[in-house]
């Protein structure tokens, strides 16, 4: 191969600055705003299993004789359970409002909600509303506050039973 | 398809306006996929640097990245920034790779396992780009990390929506971090190995880049990552987002993509451009070739062809019945019908003097008794000339040669120069040429990929078939031209005919057939 001369080892140079630079340029820019400005951030997060549809029962002797010997488990518990409710308002206005049904083929899993929502920053009063069983609505859980979001601020709900019901982080 | 043409013209534009200062060797949009393989273990080695470094758990990860970018900026910065350079550089490579192939068609038949191949590619560069972010545990990775969770929430296929798991302090554990450096590690792994499967019906492939475009890339990406050196966000604050976040496009904009339509038009997005490039072979097949024949009777398994074959479509199998062992097996849907396998068969030559020549392996529609054939009649056009006379052995896919033809030029085409088995240049050269000229693609652009390379080196005498030491060589020109390029291919003639003139005529041993046939001649007389 010939020797290559000044203009194309210029060519050269500039053919793999003109890489390096599209290369560092497109590494950083344009930046992206992750929330509107003045935003803050909700986050309705829930996986919880709903009240079982129907309590579990001791069996009777004659429905433990019908039995194979091996399958004669002294209680049985159905599987299914109730769908959630789950509420949030914002100041008076509903957010989310979502039944969530159980997961599984047999509907007794965990019913899970993930929302994220971009709401304006400052002060502002959150209600949530959690209901595990349906058929009891008297049994919601419910959590109200007084917030002061900032903007960029990111604000968490959770449905955590153990910990008192509707976590806000 | 018109787009594909215009790309393609840009394509080779580009490519031909960079010969000039690398060279078609070392020419990085001709080495697309050896500087992605080379790009690769760049970022092996400097991922290795940075993880002696890196502490995976959550408090630490951001920490350890922190002070190996400032308090070692001068090592542990520049790995950092390199590691990050040549990711973008990698995909950058492949992307243009990728397009690259599709201009030129290079996706059909015998191209189709290379190309199928590559697809799941794309998914492990991203994968692997991606999950390299999570680690910095910054506020990129906040964002990327909940959004590419998000995308996978919306498969509804798992249990519990990923994305709890990124949502607060108490969610992160120093176990998810394991789960991260596991996939840093093991889906770039998996990139390798579909790589190597990637070219496994390549012959000879390139995977090792020459050192100038090491050299090049080198100082490329340590320029970059000194003017430039790669930072991080604010660190991950799952009570806080910052107003703005610097987004790596190469790897991660499929994030916006996703903010700015939804989870599920993404997911239609990527799936359906991942079944259209799947599905391209079968969209556009083009024309069959007709595959390269085996004649068992006339191989002795050597192996030549299979060593040359571009893709892999000969194979050397066990044969206990023959006696080196070993016999060559077509596989026709990879077969290219390119020739090379013929012209680098050992009984491919025109000197046999058998009455029907046939060769251990050819092409059916232009064997080797058909090409001896044709050199005949072309050599007997340009007998009655007194001297200068050349014979043209040309690539179809080269230059236009058929306009030299003339008083004293005679052209043979052929599918690829690699076709021609140097035997037949020497039986031209004492049958009636003066000289011989090799048309051949120009450098880097050989539509069969190793054309011009194996029969420069058959010339050479570095590979087998060698074109023998007696043949005059100051009689043989070799021209690499493109179609459009056929000025310079008059001026290459014009050039070898002056140097014959000022030779004078070839000296004529007689061909051993013809003395062969002239001793029949005389026995049955």
New interface residues.
């Given amino acids: 191969m010939p020797r290559p001369g000044a203009a194309a080892i210029l060519r050269g140079v500039l053919a793999w600055g003109a890489f390096g630079a599209l290369i560092v340029m497109l590494s950083h820019a344009p930046s992206i705003a992750p929330l509107p400005e003045g935003a803050a951030m909700l986050q309705v997060s829930i996986a919880h299993a709903g009240a079982r549809l129907a309590p579990c029962r001791r069996l009777s002797a004659a429905e433990l004789a019908a039995r194979a010997p091996n399958m004669r488990a002294p209680e049985i518990c159905p599987r299914g359970r109730s769908p959630v409710r789950v509420t949030v308002a914002l100041d008076g206005r509903v957010l989310v409002d979502e039944i969530l049904a159980p997961s599984g083929l047999a509907r007794d899993g965990t019913s899970t909600l993930y929302r994220r929502l971009a709401v304006p920053a400052g002060a502002h009063r959150l209600t949530v509303r959690v209901l595990d069983d349906l058929r009891r609505p008297e049994r919601a859980f419910e959590r109200s506050a007084t917030l002061k979001l900032a903007p960029g601020g990111v604000l968490s709900v959770d449905f955590k039973p153990a910990r008192g019901g509707i976590v806000l982080s | 398809m018109a787009a594909g043409n215009a790309i393609d013209r840009a394509f080779v534009a580009a490519e031909r ?2 010969d ?4 078609a ?1 070392a020419n ?1 949009l001709r080495n697309l996929g050896t500087l992605a393989f080379f790009l690769f273990w760049v970022l092996a080695a400097t991922g290795i640097y940075l993880f002696v470094y890196f502490d995976t758990s959550v408090e630490g990860a951001y920490a350890s990245i922190e002070a190996l970018t400032t308090k070692q900026w001068w090592l542990g910065g520049v790995v950092r920034s390199v590691h ?2 040549a990711a ?2 990698f995909v ?1 490579a492949t992307l243009l790779h990728l397009a690259r192939e599709w201009a030129a068609g290079r996706y059909r038949r015998f191209r189709a396992f290379s190309w199928i191949s590559g697809v799941p590619l794309l998914w492990l560069m991203y994968a692997s780009g991606i999950v390299g972010y999570w680690l910095v545990w910054d ?1 990129r990775a906040q ?1 990327s990390a ?1 959004a590419t969770a ?1 995308w996978f ?1 919306a498969t509804g296929l798992t ?3 990923m ?2 798991n990124f ?2 302090a108490e969610s992160v554990g120093d176990r998810l971090f394991s789960l991260f450096v596991f996939l840093h590690i093991g889906l770039p792994l998996a990139l390798l190995a579909g790589m190597w499967i990637h070219v496994q019906r390549i012959g000879q492939p390139r995977t090792v880049a020459p050192r100038a475009l090491v050299a ?2 080198l ?3 340590l ?2 990552a000194l ?2 050196p ?1 930072s991080s966000q604010p660190p991950w604050d ?13 790897v991660l904009f499929m ?2 993509l996703m ?1 700015a339509t939804s989870p599920a038009a993404l997911w239609l997005l990527v799936g359906g451009a991942t079944l259209l490039l799947v599905a391209l072979p079968s969209l556009s097949p083009g024309s069959k070739p007709v595959p390269a024949v085996v004649d068992l009777a006339n191989c002795n398994g050597c192996a030549r062809c299979t060593v040359d074959c571009p893709y892999q479509a000969v194979l050397l199998i066990p044969a206990p019945n023959v006696r080196s062992g070993r016999q060559v097996e077509i596989m026709p849907e990879r077969c290219a019908a390119c020739g090379l396998c013929a012209g680098a068969c050992p009984s491919s030559t025109p000197f046999r003097s058998t009455g029907l020549l046939a060769a251990g392996i050819d092409m059916p529609d232009a064997d080797v008794q058909q090409q001896r054939l044709r050199l005949e009649a072309a050599l007997a056009r340009i007998a009655p000339a007194a001297a200068g006379r050349i014979i043209v052995f040309a690539c179809a896919e080269a230059a236009n040669a058929a306009t030299l033809e003339d008083a004293r030029t005679a052209v043979l085409d052929m599918r690829c120069i690699g076709m021609l088995p140097p035997s037949f240049i020497e039986y031209a050269l004492r049958a009636g040429a003066d000289g011989a000229l090799l048309v051949a693609c120009r450098e880097g652009e050989c539509v069969y990929r190793l054309g011009a390379e194996l029969t420069a080196q058959r010339l050479a005498g570095e590979r087998q078939p060698i074109l023998r030491k007696s043949v005059p060589r100051e009689r043989l020109r070799m021209a690499a031209l493109a179609a459009g390029e056929e000025a310079d291919l008059v001026a290459a003639r014009d050039a070898l005919r002056g140097a014959l003139e000022a030779l004078g005529p070839a000296p004529r041993p007689r061909p051993k057939r013809d003395a062969a046939a002239a001793g029949r001649a005389r026995s049955h007389a």
Avoid: S
């Fill in positions: 306006g960079l000039a200062p690398f060279g060797h990085p990050r350079y973008d550089a950058a506020a964002i909940l998000e929430d249990a519990e929506p994305a709890r949502l607060g090049a890339a100082a490329m990406l320029v970059v003017l430039h790669a799952p009570l806080r987002l910052p107003a703005t976040i610097e987004l790596d496009w190469f994030h916006p903010a």
